[in-house]
């Protein structure tokens, strides 16, 4: 079964929305999170790296004011989208490094979250 | 900088054999990884190589060369659900996987 669960996995929403996504680790706890975007044809490009207890890592160009990511437990990290727009409109991808950190499976991924802004 | 080059799309018929290549650039290695990924979906882990040489899983293999900075996924006894996108990604000395932009595979019948 799923190890990494994602909510919502479908979101359509009004300009000027704010967006939660939740990203659960299942079956272990998660001490780091990743936050990744997915454009349509493109690969996945990683938006910021969230530490439990601290703030999260951003990657340049990730404005750290629009994708707010909060990681209070070992088990949850948050992506809030705020003030949506269209170009927002994105398939948003978590995953959590397992506490193995390196051989099969680093990285357990949720499902997504295909958020349509209109 | 860190790079990772693969194939944009590739053509196999079903039945046959496919290999899709992944050249690497990367600061520290921890492990090759390849996925698959359908549309709308989330990735899926396929392989795992942290030393070199050949690892077979069904009608899945996926070679290292770790001098060379290269990989590639063997593919064989194609089906039409293979049909979908291959990523190659490694993981840095930060455990952080460094993505390449993804092989399309079509199959056709």
């Known amino acids: 079964g799923a190890v990494v669960s994602q909510h919502p996995s479908w979101v359509i929403c009004k300009s000027g929305t704010s967006v939660k996504i939740e990203c659960r680790s299942l079956?272990?706890?998660?001490?780091?999170m990743f936050w990744y975007r997915q454009f349509p044809k493109q690969s996945l490009m990683l938006m910021a790296t969230?530490?439990?207890?601290?703030?999260?890592?951003?990657e340049q160009g990730v404005e750290k004011d629009k994708f707010l990511i909060n990681h209070a437990s070992l088990t949850l990290s948050t992506l809030t989208v705020t003030s949506a727009h269209p170009e927002d409109s994105s398939f948003y991808i978590c995953?959590?490094?397992?506490?193995?950190?390196?051989?099969?499976?680093?990285?357990?991924f949720g499902d997504g979250t295909r958020l349509s802004i209109l | 900088g860190q790079n990772i080059d693969q194939p944009t799309e590739m053509t196999a018929t079903e039945g046959a054999i496919v290999q899709i290549n992944c050249t690497y650039q990367t600061s520290g290695f921890n492990g090759l990884f390849w996925y698959q990924q359908h549309a709308g979906e989330a990735p899926t882990f396929l392989s795992y190589n942290v030393l070199d040489g050949l690892e077979e899983k069904g009608r899945f293999s996926s070679f290292l060369s770790r001098s060379k900075g290269y990989s590639y996924l063997l593919l064989k006894e194609l089906q039409m659900k293979d049909s979908a996108s291959y990523l190659c990604?490694?993981?840095?000395?930060?455990?952080?996987?460094?993505w390449g932009a993804g092989t399309k595979l079509i199959i056709k019948p």
């Open positions: 079956d272990f706890q998660a001490t780091t």
């Open positions: 990604a490694v993981m840095d000395s930060n455990y952080q996987l460094i």
């Open positions: 995953s959590a490094l397992s506490p193995r950190r390196t051989g099969n499976q680093p990285q357990h």
């Open positions: 969230s530490n439990e207890g601290s703030k999260a890592t951003y």
